[in-house]
């Protein structure tokens, strides 16, 4: 009788897969959602980026986690626009234009 063949696998080649998760990937999505006046969302935006081009060179995990942090900071980004710019129309950031008053009569 013969022996029946095995399959031999061909060697794989490229990075590898680590079972840890990209520590930027996590706190590019935590500084997204704390936002701190836009500041964090911004560097959520900046972390999640680096950490997606990091995550596709050494295969960690985390490639949702930046991408969540990417979307998360801008949105939370475009509120805190809007909250600064409502913030300054509403609190003396416009003056009275020298109408005199205290309330602009």
């Known amino acids: 009788m013969s022996k029946p063949e095995t399959a031999t696998r061909a060697p794989v080649y490229g990075p590898q897969a680590h079972d840890h998760t990209n520590r930027m990937a996590i706190?590019?999505?935590v500084l997204s959602?704390?936002?701190l006046g836009g500041?964090?969302?911004v560097?959520?935006?900046w972390l999640g980026a680096v950490a997606r081009r990091k995550v596709a060179e050494t295969g960690e995990r985390g490639r949702g986690l930046?991408?969540?942090g990417i979307i998360v900071g801008v949105i939370t980004l475009l509120f805190?626009?809007?909250y600064?710019?409502?913030f300054a129309m509403h609190t003396g950031g416009g003056g009275s234009g020298g109408s005199g008053g205290i309330?602009?009569?």
């Open 103 to 105: 309330y602009g009569y």
């Open 66 to 68: 930046a991408i969540a």
């Open 84 to 86: 600064w710019i409502f």
């Open 80 to 82: 805190a626009i809007g």
């Open 39 to 41: 500041l964090g969302s």
């Open 43 to 45: 560097a959520g935006i």
């Open 33 to 35: 959602i704390l936002t």
């Open 27 to 29: 706190w590019s999505l």
